[in-house]
């Protein structure tokens, strides 16, 4: 017989690490006001949420160690679900140009653009890239972001795309925070190609594809979708090689002109849509049929000096999840900061606060797939939380140029930013 006080013993629950006295935005899909708790508490075993919830309902538990939050606010830690922090070289220059009245596609059309990029990123070894792209992250990090999405695609032949997400997977282990790496080969028409587009394609599909799938080197594949890139039937070809391969794919779509780049990616069950400045109410309720997550790119939207708004309210009417991302690009959106890509989403999107963090958060977990196990402070998931030095959740989208965050945890541990 088991003796009543081992009977006590056994039902108390063992922690890690408890917070006390915290203000929870939990997030949680249909909660209203951020999902908020007051006076919350928030109990973690090995680096997962254990228990969240006001503090006077905390069951009995005994914790490693005790943490009062002095009623700062915490979130979830925020996700990066699109970038392509790892690049050669740097296009200061084109900016000036930019400034003086030279557009985007005039640039990549004399070979500039995204191609000064591939060049500068060929001719840059892996260790290069790595010590290039590690204070971008950490930057990231240090406005709250725990997991970032890194996409290739400056590479755009078999050698470079493979170091790139080689890069991206080093990135991960090393910093600690959780890397997704996404093959975007078809981002441009490699130059060695310029006079045969399908020629190129044909070397994803065949060679570079399942040279990737099979060193599991991307988490999922993405194309862009444009009149200076690549047209519907040459995604498809992309999309249906990763598809075989078992591959999740995500477009950006309808950037610069509607290139029908928002169905495209609903037809294949895209994990996301990104950018959609132009896509059509017939776009947006394909997205709505399949579940596919728009990504609003505020960075990319003011750098162009873009007038076309994505279709917020349409995507809002059709209750499609709307994610926010930095975009971090060299070209069109040098953005190294989620509270700063949220104040620009609220600023020139209309999205409210809330929708903004719900976007790098909630949805932008759901655009990685990885929303069933965070983006939400929700008991089972993981314990990655950012503390906040604001007066309310609000603030995130309304401060600019600043990062309020007072601590960033990952799986349930301190997040040193000065550990490589
Ligand atoms: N859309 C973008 O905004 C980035 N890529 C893309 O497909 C731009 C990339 C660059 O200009 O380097
Ligand atoms: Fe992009």
Redesign the pocket.
Known sequence: MIPSNACAEQSMNNWDLLLTDARIATMSRGLPDFGTIERGAIAIRDGLLDWVGPGSELPPGRADVTRSLGDRWVTPALIDCHT?VV?GGD?GAEYEQRLQGVS?EQI?MAGG??LA?VRATRAASADELFESAMPRLKTLAGHGAATVEIKS??GLDVDTEIRMLEVARRLGRDSGLTVRTTL?AA??VAPEFSDDPDAYVELICEKLLPAVAERQLADAVDA?C?SI?FDSKQIERVFERARSLGLPVKL?AD?LSDGGGAALAAAFSALSAD?LEYTSSAGVEAMAEAGTVAVL?PG?FLT?NETQRPPVAGLRENSVPMAVAT?C?????PLTSLCEAMALASRLFGLTPEECLAGTTREAARALDLDADRGTLEIGKRADLAVWNVGHPRDLSYWLGSSPLSGLLVAGRDFSLTGS
């Open positions: 392509h690049f296009r985007y990549a653009g995204i990029t695609g400056y975007l981002h441009a862009y444009e890139a950006h950037q950018h790119l990319a162009l975009d690009n060299p070209g069109t959106s």
